[in-house]
């Protein structure tokens, strides 16, 4: 386990780190989540492995610190992973990130492109949602407000969440977990779908066929986006097919621009 100091208070980001050769790999998990449990799978995969990886928990998430004086804004969870690569002594990192990590990881390459090469997306969030009473994950921890939501409301999430999800989500601060949900919802100004449009470096989105071709797809694909439809799963892909992820990961990882 490594870490590094991210903030002027003192918090640490910590992530587990894998020895191989440059460039860096850096995964980073979803809302509730937490890298190491979510994509030690994927990074030791024989399609995968023999690159320098680092399994990074965001700030109120996982292993890394959890404070109550932080905003957890997309933008503000972007630049503490970025002073974290930094301290690493990171350049031009594949990212290989889910969900509300997949927004990190395009804010993070928007605003510090030196830290980023290439973009794995996996079910990433794009585009804000309209917070929903009882349902699962972001929007529901947003249709709450922090008060009631720290008070007790996170059992309600609990209960939606499920026994796996939770096993993680558990170990979030509530704050952080609220905050960050919140702003997820909110998304970001140029939003994270018009920020990933601009990009130039090579960009693939991996998304569950079951659920049909993502919202714009077409006009990804127009930017340069590989969009890419993985069988056999649902919105946790590396969990739910990990062979298939690791064969479309690997394949996104050597693609060309």
């Known amino acids: ?32 989540a937490t890298s ?21 928990d965001l700030l109120g998430h996982g292993i890394s610190d959890r404070p109550t004086d932080f905003d957890y804004r997309l933008e503000s969870h972007a630049d503490a992973l970025a002073a974290a690569l930094t301290h690493a002594g990171v350049t031009g990192a594949e990212l290989v990130a889910h969900s ?38 972001s929007s529901g921890i947003a249709a709450l407000s922090e008060a009631d939501f720290v008070a007790g409301g996170w059992r309600q999430i609990r209960d939606l969440a499920g026994p796996h999800w939770w096993s993680t989500m558990r170990l979030a601060g509530l704050e952080g977990l609220h905050r960050s949900a919140v702003h997820l919802t909110r998304g970001t100004t140029p939003t994270m779908r018009e920020l990933l449009l601009e990009l130039t470096v090579p960009r693939t989105y991996l998304y569950p066929e079951a659920d049909g071709a993502p919202a714009g797809a077409g006009a990804l694909a127009q930017a340069g986006v590989r969009v890419v439809p993985v069988p056999d799963c649902g919105h946790n892909i590396m969990l739910d097919n990990p062979d298939a992820f690791a064969r479309e990961t690997a394949a996104a990882l050597s693609a060309s621009a």
Request: proline letters at 11%; charged letters at 15%; zero cysteines.
């Open 1 to 32: 386990m490594r870490d590094a100091v991210v903030t002027p208070g003192g918090d640490r980001i910590r992530w587990v780190e894998l020895p191989g050769q440059e460039p860096a790999r850096v995964h980073v998990h979803g809302l509730g």
């Open 36 to 56: 190491p449990a979510y994509f030690a799978q994927a990074a030791a995969h024989p399609l995968l492995t023999g690159r320098r990886s680092l399994l990074v």
């Open 100 to 137: 509300m990590g997949g927004s990190v990881a395009v804010v993070l390459a928007a605003r510090h492109p030196r830290l980023a090469s290439r973009l794995v997306l996996v079910d990433a969030n794009l585009d804000p949602v309209t917070p929903v009473p009882g349902a699962p994950g």
